[in-house]
């Protein structure tokens, strides 16, 4: 099988999350990633914890499958390497405050013109333009700015971040986006683009409903719990022995869920329509849990399973890590030592394609400069 973006080679310049787990993605795509690293302390994420030994298992979840140089491009001589890479990739992601790699000689406007064939990924805090271009950020100040914390958290309490680093994790995921039209658009233009993503722009996009909503309502939506606010009954029901979400999307799968669940309420007008159930979702709330209090998750997941209605436990991340659908995708995989054992547990590749080898196995993530010998081999017999 030939994967799909054998024969792309990346400069991977970006460090820590958003840019590491877009090249990582890419990397899962058949790309080759050589990841250039500053000497010495290399991308910071090699010293976050938790550690197997000295290994971060953090750096390893997000730059497996990728080789390592280590270049300070502000010496002459790693100056002259990266000058001997460039000719040879198809695209350069880098994580950079705006105007530094300008300052280096490297921006997109220095190389587009020596490499007019070069796709360019930035993917910064605030972008490339805007008043704030220039500011730090980091996840959790991109997910307070746009909007999430507002509406994440118990119902009357302090704002709180999501549980993973969504504001990264998009910005990569729209990254991977954007090199792959930029793919598509050089085969038709001869031309590589600048693709610009920000940490701020990728929450503000993922916002769902709620920028609509504000504006048709003049009302921000805040925090609701685990209640979903367009829908009901969709959020977390307690039952004799944890918690299980059931989700109600439309008028025949409540009348299913009142089936199941012995609850004559499908034809009452509070709960007749799904604009009604939103309206008295608290009421409603309190009306299930009265049934589900008396029997165990495990019970109504089955029960709710046999009527076709969406649920599930709410599962601990070991738990998700054992979950059979999860291990049947090839979701958690190992990402090997470089002596080929096995050393971290990471998520696998979530696109599943023909003629991608969907393995549950990841080579290691490098060592710091690993790979500059095997590079400059390379860049010898290339010319």
Not at 212 to 236: F, L, N, Q, W, Y
Not at 248 to 275: H, M, Q, W, Y
Not at 294 to 307: F, M, Q
Not at 321 to 335: F, G, K
């Amino acid at each position: 099988m030939t994967a799909p973006l054998n024969g792309i080679t990346i400069l991977d310049l970006t460090h820590v999350l958003a840019g590491p787990f877009a090249s990582v993605t890419l990397a899962g795509l058949g790309a080759t990633v050589i990841k250039v690293e500053r000497p010495l302390s290399g991308d910071d994420s090699r010293h976050m914890p938790p550690f197997s030994g000295d290994k971060s298992a953090y750096f390893a979840a997000v730059n497996h499958s990728k080789k390592s140089i280590a270049l300070d491009l502000k010496a002459d001589d790693d100056r002259k390497i990266f000058e001997r890479l460039l000719p040879h990739a198809d695209v350069l992601l880098e994580s950079s405050r705006p105007g530094a790699m300008d300052r280096l000689g490297y921006g997109w406007d220095d190389l587009h013109a020596v490499f007019p064939k070069l796709i360019y990924g930035s993917v910064s805090g605030y972008g490339q333009t805007g008043p704030d271009a220039k500011r730090p950020v980091y996840d959790l100040v991109a997910q307070a700015r746009g909007g999430l914390m507002s509406m994440t958290g118990a119902s009357g309490q302090a704002p709180l971040p999501a549980g993973a680093a969504v504001a990264d994790m998009t910005a990569g995921m729209v990254l991977v986006q954007g090199v792959l039209a930029a793919l598509i658009a050089r085969q038709k233009s001869g031309q590589g683009s600048r693709v610009d993503i920000s940490l701020l722009d990728a929450q503000v996009a993922v916002l769902e409903q709620a920028i609509a909503s504000t504006s048709a309502t003049g009302d921000a939506p805040v925090s609701t719990g685990a209640r979903h606010k367009s829908i009901a009954p969709c959020e977390t029901f307690h039952t004799s022995d944890g918690l299980v979400v059931i989700a109600i999307g439309n008028d025949t799968l409540f009348e299913k869920l009142c089936v199941a669940l012995n609850l004559p309420l499908s034809d009452d007008p509070r709960f007749a329509t799904n604009a009604a159930r939103v309206e008295h979702a608290r009421l409603l709330k309190r009306l299930i849990e009265a049934i589900t209090l008396d029997n165990t998750c495990a019970h109504w997941i089955a029960k709710l399973g046999a009527a076709g209605i969406p649920s599930s436990p709410v599962q601990t991340i070991d738990q998700v890590m054992r979950d059979p659908q999860v291990i049947a995708r090839n979701m958690i995989v190992d990402v090997l030592d470089r002596n080929g054992r096995p050393a971290f547990k990471a998520a696998g590749n979530p696109i599943k394609m023909t003629g991608l080898n969907d393995t549950t196995v990841r080579q290691a993530a490098p060592d710091l400069d690993a790979n500059r010998g095997e590079i400059l081999r390379w860049l010898a017999e290339e010319g």
